[in-house]
């Protein structure tokens, strides 16, 4: 007799099974110590959903808003419409570019890829930076609920949930385009003539009005007319984003047919965006195991020709394999693409109103960090992972693994203040603001940051060494506790500049506010110099431990 086939596991024993060895990999291989610092990582980064639910819940009940006919659904459409765009975009917002799918880590397990993909998709929804995106869509909607409740609380409930479905899955169509438009040759022209489109058309749409922010003070809500708040909440409500604010309303309405409906309508686009997704990522599973076109021309010169010293040479090696990275090619793009939309949204103007005088010192500092930001941390905090089986060149090579580190450091560090001082001077010519005190702030700004970003990447990179594939197709995820400690950097290395100008108010920043972020530039370097010589040590010590990590598969 034949034995009795074994059960193939259903499809929420899949998404279990897929959750959980992403929980595992998050608490960092299941030590004691491990695990009780990265559940409370897990915590602490879920917090700000708690404090966002409570911010929109409140602010739904407050009486002008609640005692409008108008603001409660105008704010929620506007939320909804706000969470979709930073759901679908922070896959590439966050450099999570090959944040896909397992399909290749999986393809020998009997799942079909469709299914996998459903499961993995699902999966990111249980999150932290999932509970936080929601956090004021819930608010908002538990707040609106609470001053009118709706006559139909389950199918409300299924409007969200389909809603939430369909985010995940336009997520996954973005990102699968983005994955098969960086395995071209191409890549680096495709994304720059997407910039100059981009540019081109932004030049013919007109800027939002934003006016009646002069009158909003003095007269509050009021100041905004209603019929702009109708014809802004019934644009919004025309795209799928606002279909489960529609739902709301219609089931306060007492019309359980369109309740229903809406969810119904945005389960079929889900499925249809879904579809898409999972054939665009077949398609690149596809096309990146095949060899590419082999180029008959020799390259002109050799690069290493003129490296007259070793560390020259790794710092050719590295500044090479950084220029031909996929990833860092689509980064050194987001601070543009952010810019232009922060000029067709008007919010250099809404900068303005909250923050006065220092509208442009917060927006280039904030373009300029963040593309350095993007930039260095991406590589620097797991320096070692796209060397792979070159790491064993390295070890076996007559020079100290140390002085790898220390070119890594060079061109990261270098290629992160040339994009930050690439968006500086974008923001100057494009939006035509910005004073020398300004650019000066942003400079030592992310000269006080980068500094802070490499020293603690450079001890990520040896306690937390991850295997990254430089074709995209997978990667081992960084353990929670990781990603925790590289983002408490940035906020400690950006921290000087926020407080700084929080000090200064709506007067502007001045020459003592210059000074106070490069006193805080200045201890980051001394900082940094301090401790490259004991991660240097350390990863001479655990060199070996290294060398599996960035090589296993």
């Not at 997407?194 to 003070?217: H, N």
């Not at 930001?373 to 090579?397: E, I, K, P």
């Not at 220390?406 to 994009?419: D, E, I, Y």
Request: glycine share 8%; with cysteine.
């Amino acid at each position: 007799m034949s034995a009795a086939r074994p059960r193939v596991p259903n499809f929420f024993e899949h998404l279990w099974l897929l959750w959980g060895l992403r929980l595992r990999v998050g608490l960092n291989r299941g030590s004691a110590g491990g695990t009780l610092l990265a559940v409370l990582a897990f915590l602490s980064s879920s917090a700000p959903s708690v404090a966002l639910v409570g911010t929109f819940f409140g602010l739904m009940r407050l009486p002008a808003v609640a005692q409008s006919e108008v603001w409660p659904d105008f704010i929620l459409r506007l939320v909804c419409f706000v969470t979709t765009s930073t759901w679908v975009a922070w896959p590439l917002l966050s450099a999570g570019v090959d944040d896909h799918s397992e399909l290749s880590r999986y393809a020998a397990y009997p799942i079909s890829s469709l299914r996998l993909m459903v499961a993995s998709t699902v999966a990111t929804l249980f999150e932290p930076r999932s509970l936080v995106f929601y956090g004021p869509v819930v608010g908002a909607a538990l707040g609106y609920a609470s001053v009118s409740p709706p006559a139909h609380p389950l199918v409300v409930l299924f409007d969200f949930v389909a809603w939430v479905l369909f985010n995940a899955s336009l997520s996954r169509v973005g990102l699968h385009l983005v994955l098969n438009v960086l395995r071209t040759r191409r890549s680096a022209e495709l994304i720059g003539s997407g910039f100059v489109v981009s540019l081109f058309v932004a030049s013919f749409i007109p800027p939002v009005d934003t006016r009646w922010l002069t009158q909003l003070e003095a007269v509050g809500v009021a100041a905004v007319p209603d019929t702009v708040l109708e014809d802004a909440a019934l644009a919004l409500g025309r795209f799928p984003t606002g279909w489960f604010a529609h739902g709301l309303t219609q089931s306060m309405a007492g019309d359980l047919a369109g309740a229903l409906s809406d969810g119904v309508d945005t389960l079929i686009l889900m499925l249809v965006a879904m579809t898409v997704a999972w054939g665009l990522l077949v398609d690149f599973h596809r096309q990146s195991g095949r060899g590419g076109p082999v180029s008959s021309r020799a390259r002109d010169a050799n690069p290493f020709a003129r490296t007259s010293t070793v560390f020259r040479t790794l710092v050719a090696r590295e500044a090479l394999d950084l220029w031909n990275n996929p990833r860092a090619r689509l980064l050194m793009a987001v601070p543009f693409v952010l810019g232009i939309l922060l000029k067709l949204l008007s919010g250099r103007a809404l900068f303005a109103f909250f923050v006065g005088r220092s509208a442009d010192a917060w927006i280039l500092a904030a373009l300029a960090v963040y593309g350095a930001l993007v930039m260095t941390s991406t590589f620097s905090q797991n320096a070692f992972a796209y060397d792979g089986h070159g790491m064993a060149v390295f070890l076996a090579a007559p020079r100290k693994v140390g002085q790898v580190l220390l070119a890594k450091n060079l061109v990261h560090a270098v290629a992160g203040l040339s994009l930050a001082g690439l968006a500086t001077l974008f923001y100057v010519a494009y939006f035509r603001h910005g004073t020398p005190l300004d650019v000066a702030l942003s400079v030592v700004a992310v000269a006080g940051l980068v500094p802070v970003l490499l020293t603690a990447g450079n001890f990520l990179s040896v306690f937390f060494p991850v295997k990254f594939h430089a074709d995209l197709k997978r990667r081992d995820r960084l353990p929670l506790v990781a990603s925790m400690i590289g983002l408490s950097a940035a906020g400690l290395g950006f921290a000087p500049l926020a407080s700084a100008l929080r000090a200064a108010g709506k007067a502007g920043p001045s020459l003592g506010t210059l000074g106070v972020v490069f006193g805080a530039a200045v201890l980051a370097v001394a900082l940094y110099a301090l401790t490259l010589p004991l991660a240097m040590r350390l990863l001479e010590a655990r060199r070996e431990l290294v060398l599996r990590a960035v090589t296993r598969d």
